[in-house]
C-alpha cells in the first residue's frame, strides 16, 4: 500500500521525457540525416547539370520523392469526449503547462467551440509561445448561422405550442437547450447592435425571418461577422502562458456581457493552433487535438470535427469514469476508432469517490472517543490501574482502526474501482467490435495532480504512477516511436532501393532498338495480373454467396421471432408512447413513463444469434487468401524475370540494374498488399457488426428507418391500431431488405479491394514499362550533356549505396534492437 500524501514528481521534465526514448530519437533523426544525404547528392547533379528529357525529369521526381517519403515527425491524437469531461485537465497534465488547454474558471469546462492543437514550436515563433487562429470562411459562416437560426426559431415555436405527444418527446428538451445557447452566442457576437440588447430582442429580431432558414436575417449576420473579422488578429505570441490567453480572452470562450469598445470572436473560430517550447513530448513529434465538446457543437461545427479527426493518428475518446461505461460519445469513438484508426481509452476524475468513513471506521472511532473520555475521568479520579488499562485498549482500537484504514483507504477504492471499469470496457469493447487485442485503458486523476503541483492540495491520496498521467506519456511517446520504427524501415527495405535502381538502370542506358522485344517478353504474364484478380473476385462472391444463402434459408424463423417482438412491443407501450418510440425511429431512453427500449437492437439480436459464424468464416477467407494473393502477383515478376534471362537475344546484352527490378518489385509488394487487405478486412468486420448490431452504419437501422416514417405517416382516427399493424406488416418483409444490403455491401467491399490490388499491378507494370522506356535509347547519338549527367550521377549512386548499404543500415539494425526490449508492436505500415 502506498504511502498517503506521498509526493508528485513533476511528470514532463525534459530529463524523464529525454531519456524515455532517447535511442530511438538518436536512430531516427540519423535516419533521416541520411536519407538527406542521398536526395540532396542527386539533387545537386541535377541542379549543377543543365541537360533534362522526359526520364530525367522522372529521375528528378522520383529523388524528390525520396524526401517526401520520409518517416513524418508527427503523430496526431484527438481527444474527444463530453464538455466537462477532463478533457482540458488531462491536456494540462501530459504538457506540464497549466491552463494552456482553457477552462472556466467558474465551472471547470472546456471554454471553447474551437478545436485546439498543442504542438511543438510553429514556423516564425519567436516566443516560448505562441497561437494562430483560422477562422470560419464565409461560406462556412453562412452554413453556421443558418443552422443557429434554424434551431432557434424551432426552439421558439415550440416553446409557443407542445402538444402532449411532444411533452413525451425528448428530442423538445433538446431544441429548448440548443435555442437558449445561440441566444447567448448571438448576443456574445453582437452585443452592440440593438437587435441583440436583450433575449427578447434576440428572439424578436429572429422572429422577423422570412423563412425558416432566415436567410434574410443569416446574410445580414455574415455581413456584419465580416467587419468583426476585418479587426480580429489571427497571430499571438508571448513569453507566459497567462500572459498569451489574456491576449486571446476575446478569441475563447469569453463572456456574453462586454465593453462596448470590445468584441468576442469565439463563435466564428474554426481552430486555435498552439506553438509550444520546452515540452519534451511535443518535440517528440506528438500533436495533441482537443477536440470541442461533443454535445456541445452544431452541425457545421460538428462537420469541422469530423474533417480534423481525419487528419489524426490516434483516437483518444475521454470519459469521466463515474459515466465511462454508458458514455454514449466514448462507446461511438470506440466504434469509430476501430473502424478508421487506433484507439485508446483514457477514464477521468478517478479521485472523484465517496471518501467518507466507513461503518467499521465510525465505529472504531467512537469507541476510540468514549475510551478517551474514560481515561480523562479516570485520570482526573486518581484511578492509577483502571487509566493504565484503558490506554492498553486504546493502543489496541488504534491499531485496528489503522488497519482498517488502510484497506479502507481512498487510494484503495480509486484502485479497485479502476481496475472494475477498464475490465468491464475492455470486455464491453471486445463484444462490441469483435477485435481481439485487448483495449488500452488509462484512469487518470490529472486535476489532483495538477492542484497538487499548484501548492493547492496539500496531500494526496496517490503516488506518482498511481494518478495514471505517466502511463498516459509514456503511451504517447511508445506509440510515436513505433509507427516511426515502421516509417524508417520501408524506407531503408523498400522505398529507397527502388530509387536507387531506377537511377542506375538510366546510368545503364544505352542504344538499344529492341524495346518491343522487351514489352513482348513480359506481354504473357503481365496478363496474369488480371486473370488472378478475377479469380480471387469470383471466389469472393462464391463465398458471400454462401452466406447470403444461409441468411435466406433462416428468413421464416427470423419472421416469426420478428412477428413475435412487434406483439411485444405492442402490448408494452401506450398509443402516445407508441408513437413517440416509431417517431424517435425504434430508440427511446429512459424518460418520463417510457422505459429504455430499442426495437432495432431485439431486431439485431435475432441475425447476431444466427449468422456470426458465418461472418468469421467469410473474415477468415480474405485472411487466408492474403497469402495466396501474394504467390499469385509474385508468380508474374517471377516470370517475366526468368523470360529475359533466359531469352537467346536478349540474355547477354541488358544489365543488371534492369533485371534486379523484378525482385525488388516483388519484395515491396508485401507492404501495399498487406494494406489492401488490412482495409478488406477492417471493411468486412464492419460490415459484420453493421449486420448484428445497431451501432455505426448498421443495415438493421437503415431498413428499419423507412418503416417508422411509414408507420408515422398514419395519422388520425384509428391509428393507434392501424400503426401496430403496419409495423408487423412491414417487419415481416424485413429480411430480405436486409439480406440484399448485405450483398451490395460485401459486394462493394471486395470489389474495392480487387480495384485496390489491380492498381498495385498497375504501378508495377508501369514502372517496368517506364524502366524499358529509360534504358532503350531513341537516338543514335547522345548530347554531351547527357554523357556527363550519367557519369555524375554514377559517382553520386555508388556514394548513395555506400550510405545506404553502410551506416543506413547499421542506424536501422541499431534502431530495431533499441525496439525490442520495449516490446513495441511492428505494426503493418
Aim: charged share 30%; proline share 3%; net charge negative.
Amino acid at each position: 500500500m502506498h504511502t498517503t500524501g506521498e509526493k508528485i514528481a513533476d511528470l514532463n521534465t525534459p530529463d524523464r521525457m529525454l531519456a524515455a526514448g532517447a535511442p530511438h530519437r538518436s536512430c531516427h533523426q540519423r535516419a533521416l540525416n541520411f536519407t538527406g544525404q542521398i536526395s540532396i547528392t542527386f539533387q545537386k547533379v541535377f541542379q549543377r547539370n543543365q541537360y533534362t528529357d522526359c526520364h530525367v525529369e522522372a529521375l528528378v521526381q522520383h529523388v524528390n520523392g525520396i524526401l517526401d517519403a520520409r518517416p513524418s515527425n508527427e503523430v496526431r491524437f484527438a481527444f474527444i469526449g463530453h464538455m466537462g469531461c477532463g478533457k482540458s485537465s488531462l491536456i494540462n497534465a501530459i504538457l506540464g503547462i497549466f491552463d494552456i488547454a482553457r477552462k472556466d474558471g467558474s465551472t471547470g469546462l472546456s471554454c471553447t467551440w474551437m478545436i485546439q492543437e498543442f504542438r511543438r514550436s510553429l514556423p516564425n515563433q519567436t516566443a516560448p509561445f505562441r497561437a494562430e487562429i483560422l477562422f470560419y470562411d464565409e461560406i462556412e459562416l453562412e452554413k453556421l448561422f443558418a443552422t443557429m437560426v434554424s434551431e432557434l426559431l424551432r426552439a421558439i415555436a415550440s416553446d409557443n405550442n407542445r402538444d402532449a405527444e411532444q411533452q413525451e418527446d425528448d428530442e423538445v428538451e433538446k431544441v429548448a437547450k440548443r435555442g437558449t445557447a445561440h441566444i447567448k452566442t448571438f448576443r456574445a457576437l453582437f452585443h452592440h447592435k440593438p437587435e441583440f440588447e436583450t433575449d427578447h430582442t434576440t428572439k424578436s429580431f429572429v422572429s422577423q425571418a422570412e423563412s425558416d432558414q432566415g436567410r434574410d436575417i443569416v446574410s445580414m449576420m455574415v455581413m456584419w461577422t465580416g467587419e468583426l473579422i476585418r479587426q480580429a488578429k489571427t497571430e499571438f505570441q508571448s513569453t507566459t502562458q497567462s500572459e498569451l490567453l489574456q491576449q486571446m480572452r476575446n478569441y475563447t470562450h469569453g463572456p456574453v456581457d462586454c465593453e462596448d469598445d470590445e468584441h468576442v470572436f469565439w463563435p466564428l473560430i474554426k481552430k486555435a493552433t498552439f506553438g509550444l517550447t520546452g515540452c519534451p513530448v511535443l518535440e517528440d513529434g506528438v500533436i495533441l487535438v482537443d477536440m470541442p465538446g461533443s454535445h456541445d457543437s452544431n452541425s457545421i461545427q460538428a462537420l469541422t470535427s469530423r474533417r480534423a479527426l481525419r487528419e489524426c493518428n490516434y483516437y483518444v475518446p475521454t470519459a469521466a469514469i463515474i459515466r465511462a461505461l454508458s458514455d454514449d460519445t466514448l462507446n461511438d469513438c470506440l466504434e469509430e476508432g476501430f473502424r478508421r484508426k487506433k484507439v485508446f481509452v483514457v477514464l477521468t476524475k478517478i479521485d472523484d469517490i465517496d471518501t467518507s468513513l466507513s461503518g467499521k471506521q465510525a465505529e472504531l472511532t467512537a469507541r476510540l472517543a468514549d475510551l478517551r473520555e474514560q481515561r480523562l475521568c479516570a485520570k482526573r479520579e486518581g484511578r492509577t490501574q483502571e487509566k493504565a488499562a484503558i490506554v492498553e485498549q486504546e493502543e489496541e482500537l488504534e491499531e485496528e482502526l489503522r488497519l482498517v484504514r488502510a484497506d479502507e483507504s481512498p487510494s484503495t477504492a480509486i484502485m479497485e474501482r479502476n481496475s472494475k471499469v477498464a475490465n468491464n470496457m475492455i470486455d464491453d469493447y471486445k463484444r462490441r467490435t469483435g477485435d481481439q487485442r485487448p483495449l488500452d485503458v488509462f484512469p487518470v486523476c490529472s486535476k489532483m495532480s495538477e492542484q497538487y503541483q499548484r501548492g493547492l492540495a496539500a496531500r494526496l491520496d496517490l503516488t506518482d504512477e498511481q494518478t495514471g498521467i505517466s502511463a498516459v506519456l509514456d503511451h504517447l511517446i511508445k506509440t510515436t516511436l513505433e509507427g516511426r520504427f515502421n516509417d524508417v524501415n520501408y524506407l531503408y527495405q523498400d522505398q529507397l532501393p527502388l530509387v536507387l535502381n531506377r537511377i542506375e538502370l538510366w546510368c545503364d542506358k544505352r542504344h538499344f532498338a529492341r524495346k518491343d522485344v522487351l514489352e513482348r517478353t513480359v506481354e504473357g504474364p503481365a496478363a496474369r495480373y488480371t486473370d488472378h484478380i478475377e479469380t480471387f473476385l469470383n471466389e469472393a462472391h462464391k463465398r458471400v454467396q454462401k452466406l447470403l444463402d444461409s441468411m435466406k434459408s433462416n428468413e421464416h424463423a427470423w419472421t416469426k421471432r420478428a412477428t413475435k417482438l412487434c406483439d411485444t412491443w405492442e402490448s408494452k407501450y401506450t398509443t402516445p408512447q407508441y408513437a413517440s418510440l416509431a417517431k424517435s425511429y425504434g430508440v427511446k431512453k429512459k424518460i418520463k413513463l417510457i422505459t429504455e427500449t430499442n426495437c432495432n437492437k431485439d431486431l439485431a439480436q435475432i441475425l447476431q444469434r444466427s449468422i456470426t459464424a458465418d461472418i468469421d468464416h467469410l473474415i477468415g477467407f480474405a485472411d487466408k487468401h492474403k497469402v495466396h494473393m501474394f504467390a499469385l502477383l509474385k508468380e508474374p515478376l517471377a516470370r517475366m524475370e526468368a523470360d529475359l534471362r533466359n531469352h537467346e537475344e536478349l540474355a547477354l546484352l541488358l544489365p543488371q540494374s534492369l533485371l534486379r527490378q523484378f525482385g525488388l518489385h516483388k519484395k515491396a509488394l508485401a507492404v501495399p498488399l498487406d494494406k489492401c487487405f488490412a482495409v478488406l478486412r477492417e471493411d468486412l468486420r464492419n460490415i459484420g457488426r453493421d449486420l448484428t448490431t445497431t451501432t455505426g452504419d448498421s443495415i438493421i437501422v437503415h431498413c428499419m428507418r423507412p418503416v417508422y416514417v411509414e408507420v408515422m405517416n398514419i395519422k388520425g382516427r384509428g391509428s393507434g391500431t392501424l400503426r401496430p399493424e403496419k409495423m408487423r406488416e412491414r417487419v415481416d418483409r424485413l429480411w430480405s431488405d436486409v439480406r440484399d444490403q448485405a450483398k451490395k455491401r460485401y459486394a462493394k467491399a471486395f470489389k474495392k479491394c480487387s480495384r485496390d490490388l489491380l492498381d498495385i499491378a498497375e504501378n508495377i507494370l508501369k514502372d517496368i514499362q517506364d524502366s524499358f522506356d529509360g534504358f532503350c535509347q531513341e537516338k543514335k547519338f547522345e548530347e554531351p550533356g547527357e554523357i556527363e549527367l550519367r557519369r555524375e550521377l554514377t559517382l553520386a549512386l555508388i556514394k548513395a549505396r555506400n550510405i545506404h548499404d553502410g551506416p543506413f543500415r547499421e542506424i536501422v539494425e541499431d534502431y530495431s534492437l533499441n525496439m525490442v526490449p520495449d516490446r513495441v508492436k511492428k505494426e503493418e505500415h
